[in-house]
């Protein structure tokens, strides 16, 4: 053996202190048990009784959405909620009948909602009704000393200001459900919590979030509180700015009042978004639809197609083209929107008077694969990434695309459509004005951004968010030019299709759109199209041209033209801006090249 | 291999000890269940303690001397198993400290008490120094101490790494440590608290200042230790039929609040006959160490014993509302598979180490 007994003494010796230190221990344990039990016995053979320590929860109040000038959209408001623990219910069925009588709740319902919460301790409330009117308030409230086990809290809910406004942007809050309860972002939750289910108060859920509280109440047998013996006070969840104005957002919704359609408005020089409508508002059937709507027959015709053709140099802007109102094509005709043709065109004219048939040969001469390789430049057949959930990418089609999904060789034919973005092409509005913004800017693309900052309720910033580009349209300098000049036409110049949205004084500049629902017949005139058949309208503007602040997209479903439809509601939402940064005194930078801005006070000219 | 020697230096106190203990246990248990969805764990931990048992009985059958060479195997496979409920827990959000192995769920962090005994004596046993450690001999224990406990607090479950911490630095003073070092380690463990202490998260940093004090969360920790000293104290002397645990009041009261049912229903008698069953066991245990046959005996047993003490002292503490809240089991008590096969383990060591403690 490698130790003898003289190893074991070491430790022999060892034992006393060992014993002591096990003493020690058992002592503390007995005299806190004695302590507990007889000291103390009484007080707590009192509180257990009637089980008398509560938990009351109190849930934090969850933070304000305001817009980018401070002025709230979303707040809370005290609601009066009725909760029942089922621990201190006397007499169920009586209470049953009461809440049935009271407050419409069937024993079902009831039964229903008890089921959901039955993994609760029974000590806990569970929340049986939200928000019940002052007249039912008063009957609880006298019916206390019958009914123990219900009681009424108040709690913060939600209160969008302005009803309709901007509820899609907004979004709406519901009951977590279980799905959700099992993910582990999600793991502080529980049943009956209310979180952010669409638009903002969705993406932006862990912010504006508080902590709840709570406090331990020590209560009488009725469950009434005698006094809070502890409490975590709840920490209200963080306000988030956003970057719409308020005025912008009210005046967009009324200008799409009725109709079908969206407006989206941006900061060109930096991605905010200043104004966002989709119509018909918010119902929720429509959840899925949204902000990306999108369009699967039919596009604009693109304003930038012609810049790649200068880029791969293969039509110059002088080149004279002529259109005499169709283009044949194989054995098919390609119709120009205007029966007689534009006559000898160039580019600038091409794009001002919205020539088809221009844009089919330039299509043509590209190429399916150069154009789409341009307009994914633009950032078009994929999603832009705003903070929203479901964007839609849209799709700009390729031969390689075609190849894969319906294994059929690419059609020159098909190109034509494509040029003047029709065919196969869906581009969302978010993904036009990000294209508008670009060329308006100098050709950066923004990640477009519905939030400027977070604070906590004491006003200090949590988070700030800056700009974010995200890539460069591949155009040159010179180009761009260009096509500023020729878009600025559009809108300025006697025969342009924009010209609707001409404000004196200001430099706008745009492009109208017509996109097909179905292929019509020559013949039949506008009106007497069904309203379901009529064409999309689009239009996309900035202003001023040489240092743009606002850019927007207008799309009005079956409105027919572009130009009759949509430019008229631009041209409001830009004057309307106009006159906002105006009223703050950030006009300045809008008074490029000396001109005057001082029509945009007379009332005349818009109405 | 057995021979009757043996069986004539069965120590009968230990394996009756822990047979009234596990008794207990179970009518506790069974009390505290019944009615509930819960009401059939008594019959599954007459199980546990039965096939504990067995396995106790098992152990001592070799040598334990047998056991030390194998003491770093052990080890080796606890800590895989530790790995495997990082892994899993990745996987599975829900589980952190258990693994599933066909239908049992396993917590690794029990058995891994056991392996990280049989490590440290197999240690100071080779390398043995009767006046005291230095502190670069101990280089290699904190090793074998400190990688279990830091994957167990990453689960986290900082109670039962401090259980690793507390039974590990037992040994240690068990098998003597230079005063110098002890000084050392005890100034370098507490210098290094605010370095790491900068470098935690908010959140954890609540979590371990609610360890050390529940009313920091009056909500969660600090109400279940308000309900617990409600259910003790209106135990009174005799006890009563109470309602606290039964009505769920207390939450986990078949695994961590088990004291507190005991002493509501049987008051400060049975909280105090339990008491004095754990201090017999403890100190039959210490007796066990200091009088085996050699050193490894010695400190296996010890190890042992002061995993039960810490245990006991932890648990019930809680209960009392003096130790922090911490899912640590009541040995023998608390309902649960691998608490109690691991310490049925520890049992069997005991007896092993006991019975053979005048052959040689």
Request: proline share 5%.
């Amino acid at each position: 053996m490698r130790l003898g007994s003289q190893g074991i003494e070491v430790f022999q010796r060892r034992y006393k202190p060992f014993l002591i230190a096990v003493l020690i221990g058992f002592l503390f344990l007995v005299l806190r048990t004695w302590h507990l039990q007889i000291i103390r016995g009484e007080e707590f053979s009192r509180l257990s009784k009637h089980n008398r320590i509560r938990i009351r929860e109190i849930p934090a109040s969850r933070g304000m959405i305001l817009d980018r000038r401070g002025r709230i959209v979303v707040d809370n408001r005290p609601s009066f909620d009725v909760f029942l623990v089922q621990e201190d219910i006397g007499d169920m069925e009586k209470t049953a009948e009461f809440l049935h009588r009271l407050l419409k709740i069937t024993p079902k319902e009831l039964g229903k909602r008890l089921e959901a919460n039955k993994d609760r301790p029974p000590f806990k409330p569970v929340r049986i009704q939200s928000d019940i009117g002052r007249l039912h308030l008063a009957l609880l409230e006298t019916h206390k000393l019958d009914l123990p086990g219900l009681i009424v809290d108040v709690c913060p809910r939600r209160a969008y200001a302005y009803r309709d406004i901007g509820s899609h942007l907004l979004g709406h809050l519901g009951e977590i459900d279980s799905d959700e309860l099992r993910q582990s972002q999600f793991r502080e939750y529980q049943m009956g919590d209310l979180i952010g289910k669409y638009g903002v108060e969705q993406q932006w859920e862990p912010f504006l979030k508080g902590l709840d509280g709570g406090r331990q109440v020590e209560v009488d047998a009725m469950g009434r509180e005698l006094k809070v013996l502890q409490g975590v006070e709840p920490q209200p969840g963080n306000n988030v700015f956003l970057t719409i104005d308020l005025d912008l957002q009210m005046t967009c919704e009324n200008l799409l009042r009725g109709k079908e359609g969206a407006i989206v408005a941006m900061n060109p020089q930096n991605g905010k978004i200043l104004a966002m409508v989709s119509h018909p508002s918010f119902s929720p059937s429509l959840f899925a639809d949204g902000i990306n709507h999108e369009d699967w027959e039919t596009l604009v015709q693109n304003p930038f197609h012609p810049l790649q053709n200068r880029e791969e140099g293969v039509i110059s802007p002088q080149e004279i083209l002529s259109c005499t109102g169709s283009y044949r094509f194989g054995n098919r005709t390609y119709r120009c929107w205007r029966k007689g043709g534009h006559g000898k065109v160039n580019l600038h004219r091409a794009i001002v008077e919205s020539c088809d048939v221009y844009f089919y040969q330039v299509g043509q001469r590209l190429g399916i694969d150069t154009l789409a390789k341009y307009a994914k430049g633009f950032g078009l057949g994929k999603a832009t990434k705003i903070s929203l959930s479901d964007e839609k990418p849209g799709l700009i089609p390729c031969s390689e695309w075609k190849k894969k999904v319906y294994d059929e060789v690419w059609y020159e034919g098909e190109t034509l459509s494509c040029a003047i973005g029709q065919g196969y092409i869906l581009v969302t509005p978010l993904q036009l004005l990000n294209v508008s913004s670009a060329i308006a800017n100098g050709g950066i693309l923004y990640l477009p951004q519905l939030v400027e900052r977070i604070e906590r309720a004491n006003g200090k910033v949590v988070k700030s968010y800056q700009p974010i580009p995200r890539g460069k349209i591949p155009l040159s300098q010179e180009n761009l030019l260009i096509i500023r000049e020729a878009l600025y036409g559009v809108v300025n110049e006697d025969r342009g299709t924009g010209r609707v949205a001409r404000i004196k004084g200001v430099t706008v500049s745009g492009k109208t759109g017509t996109a097909q629902v179905i292929r019509l017949k020559e013949e039949v005139k506008e009106e007497e199209t069904p309203y379901e058949h009529r064409d999309h309208a689009w239009f996309v503007a900035y202003a001023p041209m040489d240092n743009p602040v606002i850019s927007v997209v207008v799309l009005v479903e079956h409105g027919g033209h572009g130009a009759s439809a949509s430019a008229p509601i631009a041209r409001r939402i830009i004057h309307k801006y106009l006159n906002i940064l105006k009223e703050e005194g950030n006009l300045k930078p809008i008074i490029a090249r000396g001109r005057e801005v001082d029509s945009l006070n007379s009332r005349s000219p818009i109405r | 291999m057995i021979d009757r020697r043996l069986l004539t230096h069965f120590d009968w106190p230990v394996l009756i000890l822990i047979l009234i203990i596990s008794c207990i246990g179970v009518l506790n248990l069974y009390s505290a269940t019944f009615g509930e969805v819960e009401s059939h764990l008594y019959a599954k931990q007459i199980l546990w303690i039965g096939i504990g048992l067995a396995f106790a009985l098992f152990i001592t059958v070799f040598d334990y001397r047998f056991y030390r060479d194998f003491a770093y195997i052990f080890y080796g496979i606890s800590l895989v198993l530790l790995i495997a409920v990082l892994i899993y827990s990745m996987i599975n959000p829900e589980a952190s400290r258990w693994i599933k192995i066909g239908p049992f769920f396993i917590q690794p962090a029990e058995p891994a008490k056991i392996t990280i005994i049989l490590s440290f004596a197999k240690y100071f046993d080779r390398f043995s120094k009767r006046d005291g450690y230095l502190l670069r001999e101990l280089i290699i224990p904190f090793i074998i101490l400190l990688v279990p406990s830091l994957m167990v607090a990453k689960q986290p479950d900082l109670g039962t790494a401090i259980g690793f911490l507390l039974i590990g630095f037992s040994i240690l003073l068990f098998v003597k440590i230079k005063w110098k070092s002890l000084v050392i380690m005890i100034i370098g463990g507490t210098s290094i608290i605010p370095f790491v202490w900068h470098f935690l998260m908010p959140y954890q940093k609540r979590r371990i200042l609610t360890f050390f004090n529940p009313d920091l969360d009056p909500l969660g920790a600090g109400y279940h230790i308000i309900q617990s000293k409600i259910a003790i104290g209106s135990g009174g002397f005799l006890g009563i039929k109470g309602t606290q645990c039964k009505l769920h009041f207390l939450p986990a009261q078949h695994t961590d609040f088990v004291f507190s049912v005991l002493a509501e229903e049987w008051g400060l008698l049975g909280g105090f006959i339990l008491l004095g069953l754990y201090l017999f066991l403890i100190l039959w245990g210490l007796n066990i160490s200091i009088r085996s046959k050699d050193r490894f005996g010695a400190i296996v047993a010890f190890g042992v014993v002061s995993m039960i003490f810490w245990h006991m002292i932890i648990n019930i503490g809680m209960a009392l509302g003096i130790m922090p809240v911490v899912g640590i089991p009541l040995p023998f008590m608390s309902y649960g598979g691998s608490a109690i096969i691991s310490m049925m383990a520890g049992v069997g060591l005991l007896l092993n180490i006991s019975m053979r403690r005048y052959i040689f």
